[in-house]
């Protein structure tokens, strides 16, 4: 058997919050999930399917974006935007490809989009699929998905 084998079998044991931490391209998604006070919910049992975006995505916000947003009297819309980033259950990207319009944990649906190869949600590339952690999967995307307002 194989070192990677034996790798696939292990169980993650790091959650959503410390894989995404570990992995190095979503510093500026740990911060705004801990200003949104998710950071404990998806470090809880879930299981939680997050769309990542990276830094990158982040850096393509119009200037100013995220500042406002992590002031403390925007709390509410930076959680609505970091929940439309969380879809309840283990969605993997196959799962994923299924579905049409998923609605994410903020409560609004995000359109997915299967163009050959390329897997997209809320019009976000996925760019990296299937994380694993012990509470869910990550699938990373190259743009911060914003719901509409009503």
Same mark, same amino acid.
Do not use: C
């Given at each position: ?22 992995n ?7 911060k ?8 404990? &919910?998806? @470090?809880? #049992?879930? =299981? ?5 975006? +990276? ?7 119009? *200037?100013?974006?995220?500042?406002n ?26 799962? &994923?490809? @299924?579905? #049409?319009? =998923? ?5 609004? +649906? ?7 190869? *390329? ?32």
């Amino acid at each position: 058997m194989s070192n990677h084998d034996s790798n696939s079998t292990r169980a993650p044991t790091k959650n959503l919050v410390d894989t995404a931490a570990a992995n190095g391209s979503f510093h500026t998604l740990g911060k705004a999930l801990e200003a949104a006070e998710l950071t404990n &919910v998806l @470090k809880g #049992s879930g =299981p939680y399917t997050v769309f990542a975006p +990276t830094d990158a995505a982040f850096d393509k916000l119009p *200037k100013g974006t995220l500042e406002n947003w992590l002031k403390p009297e925007n709390k509410a819309e930076l959680i609505s935007v970091m929940k439309y980033h969380v879809l309840p259950g283990r969605t993997s990207a196959v799962e &994923v490809e @299924k579905l #049409s319009a =998923p609605k994410m944990m903020q409560g609004q +649906t995000a359109p997915v989009r299967k163009d050959g190869d *390329k897997l997209s949600i809320g019009g976000a590339n996925i760019t990296e699929r299937d994380i694993a952690s012990s509470n869910g999967i990550i699938h990373a995307i190259d743009t911060v998905i914003v719901p509409t307002k009503h």
